[in-house]
C-alpha cells in the first residue's frame, strides 16, 4: 500500500520569505502523479501543484516550485515571497490508477503560518 | 466551468440519528467522485469512490455507506450515527479515465458533521 510522510506538522515563515514542505512517499508504482493541495481557514481545497513521475523536470506554479526526487520518493514544496494568504494547512498527495479509477493518498498534513 | 456543491454546511445530529449529506457536480459529464473524512487537524481519509451510476468502492468498514443515484450525485448516509462519526466530511471529483486531465481531483466546500 501506498503511504505519504509529512515530517513537519507545523511550520512558520516571516512575509517575503521563502520555505520549503517536505514530503516523502512509499510506492512500487513507476508510474504515478503528485500533488501539493492547500486547505486554508475556509477548509476549502485548493490543489496547488502537480507533478507527473515520468517528468524530469520540476513543475512550477507562479511562487510555488517543486523539488521531485524520484528515487529518493521525495516531493518537497518551495513557497518563494510568502504571503499572508498561503496560511494554511498543505497536504501532500499521491495518485496512482486503478482500474477505471485513481487511487488518492494523502499525507497527514503541515500547518503553514505566515506571519507579517 | 465545473462546480461541486455539497449540503448541508452544517449539521448537528444526535448519536443514532440517520445521516444523508449530498453532493453534486456541475459542468461535466461521468465524473467520478470520492467522500473523504476529515478529522479535526487531521489529513484526508477516503471513504468512497465512484466511476459510474450505481457503481460504489468503500476503502475502509465503517458506519457509513454511500449512493450515486444519479450521474452528478453522490450521497453519503448512515442509518445510525456514531459518535466517532464527527468530522468534516469533503466531496470531491475528477474527469474520467477515458477523459483528458483525469489525475486531479477537485473538492467541495465541505460538510462539517458533530454528532451529539
Known amino acids: 500500500a501506498q503511504t505519504v510522510t509529512q515530517s513537519q506538522p507545523e511550520m512558520s515563515v516571516q512575509e517575503a520569505e521563502t520555505v520549503t514542505l517536505s514530503c516523502t512517499y512509499d510506492?512500487?508504482?513507476?508510474?504515478?502523479?503528485l500533488f501539493w493541495y492547500k486547505q486554508p481557514p475556509s477548509r476549502q481545497m485548493i490543489l496547488v501543484i502537480r507533478?507527473?513521475?515520468?517528468?524530469?523536470q520540476n513543475a512550477t506554479e507562479n511562487r510555488f516550485s517543486v523539488n521531485f526526487q524520484k528515487a529518493a520518493k521525495s516531493f518537497s514544496l518551495k513557497i518563494s515571497d510568502s504571503q499572508l494568504g498561503d496560511t494554511a494547512m498543505y497536504f501532500c498527495?499521491?495518485?496512482?490508477?486503478?482500474?477505471?479509477?485513481?487511487?488518492?493518498?494523502f499525507g497527514p498534513g503541515t500547518r503553514l503560518s505566515v506571519l507579517p | 466551468s465545473q462546480t461541486i456543491h455539497q449540503w448541508p454546511a452544517t449539521l448537528v445530529q444526535p448519536v443514532g440519528s440517520p445521516l444523508s449529506l449530498e453532493c453534486t457536480v456541475e459542468g461535466t459529464s461521468n465524473p467520478n467522485l470520492y467522500w473523504y473524512r476529515q478529522a479535526a487537524g487531521r489529513g484526508l481519509q477516503l471513504l468512497f469512490y465512484s466511476v459510474g451510476i450505481g457503481q460504489i468502492s468503500s476503502e475502509v468498514p465503517q458506519n457509513l455507506s454511500a449512493s450515486r443515484p444519479q450521474d452528478r450525485q453522490f450521497i453519503l448516509s448512515s442509518k445510525k450515527l456514531l459518535l466517532s462519526d464527527s468530522g468534516f466530511y469533503l466531496c470531491?471529483?475528477?474527469?474520467?479515465?477515458?477523459?483528458?486531465?483525469?489525475?486531479?481531483?477537485?473538492f467541495g466546500p465541505g460538510t462539517r458533521l458533530t454528532v451529539t
Open positions: 470531491a471529483w475528477s474527469l474520467s479515465q477515458t477523459s483528458g486531465r483525469f489525475y486531479e481531483q477537485y
Open positions: 498527495a499521491f495518485m496512482k490508477r486503478r482500474g477505471y479509477g485513481q487511487n488518492f493518498v
Open positions: 510506492t512500487s508504482e513507476s508510474n504515478y502523479y
Open positions: 507533478q507527473e513521475a515520468y517528468k524530469q
